[in-house]
């Protein structure tokens, strides 16, 4: 008879230094931030025995393994873009839930912002040119090129407005305002994003990410572990994944996110809907990656995000607070930003927010999180939910 499957939960989280970060390499970031979740969880680094990381050196995770002093017997270093975070956490939360890992550091670090300022890479217009892609990059078919034209085919067909996409960013600044560690929290207007240069129609400035330096680490746990730890545990109540498409020729639907199909599963197999929700972190690379999440996680129905994003609803005291700490618009966006949104929905679950912490009717904290996370341009979706402890 097969032993019953093991719970899992967050144990520990924490950031490296973000923002601006000059004087330091991404591999100082990934053992910053893991050093500090270690510390967060209150566990020896002698239990962590899965690595997962991508996104630096040729044999990810095995340098960062090798940096750290670990030596895990289960890795994975599945890149999925922005949604590489959630994916592994899918994928952790399964191995431990089958007793091939007990514990597991999802790592990231990146200089992103300080690599360009010192002339050590420039910014890239594409991921590269072989394969699929060969058929678009030659006619400049950039990445924000496509989340521009996929933002234009949901104006054009829902009627959603420049107005609405700008309160996207507007209500993410308002909630950076709140977060001391945001590397933008002075207020903006949406006259203010509407009228800044045009990077790709319908985005302005405003309307895309920052860019800048950071890191992130996240420790699962078996629930056996959970006893020893320092902090409120947060479980992984459920999680999904999804791929797309590569050309923009084939995907079906530009008003629709691989979301629709994580976001359903993640709900399935957690045993809750939308409605039971009590906060979002959403990757928001763009102002529409925000919006149609959110129609495609079910929070509303499709065509209706742009209603929906109006009124203040995202701030952290709006009906659904969405990017409590600013999100990539505002607090920091160093590459592939969905560890972050996983950090995010935890320390806010345990209620160590601060001045932008969400509170509940009663005042009392929210008990269910989501944190989706989207990969290229809208290439793959990781979703999870995770509910206090």
Known sequence: MAAAARKVAVVGVALSDCGRVDDATPYALHAQAARRALADSGLDRSVVDGLASAGLGILAPVEVAEYLGLRPTWVDSTAVGGSTWEVMAAHAAEAIAAGHANAVLLVYGSTARAD????????NLSFGARGPL????PYGHTLISKYAMAARRHMHQYGTTLEQLAEVA???????ARNPDAMYRTPITVDEVLSGPMIADPFTKLHCCIRSDGGGAVLLAAEEYVRDTAKTPVWILGS?????????????DFTVSPAAVSGRIAF????????????????DAFTYMT??????LGFCARGEGGAFVEKGRLTIDGDLPVNTDGGGLSACHPGMRGLFLLIEAVRQLRGEAGERQVRKPGGHLPRLAIASGTGGWFCSSGTVILERG
């Not at 360009?116 to 910014?123: C, F, H, Q, S, V």
């Not at 060969?134 to 990059?137: A, D, G, T, Y």
């Not at 399935?268 to 990757?283: C, F, K, N, Q, S």
């Open 134 to 137: 060969q058929f678009e990059v």
């Open 240 to 252: 999904g994944t999804s791929v797309s498409h590569t050309t923009m020729s084939e995907w079906e």
């Open 116 to 123: 360009i300022k010192a002339k050590r890479r420039t910014a």
């Open 291 to 296: 919006l149609v999440t959110l129609e495609d």
């Open 268 to 283: 399935e197999r957690a045993g809750v809907a939308p409605a039971d929700i009590d906060l979002a972190e959403i990757y």
């Open 170 to 176: 507007v209500q993410a600044r308002a909630n950076a």
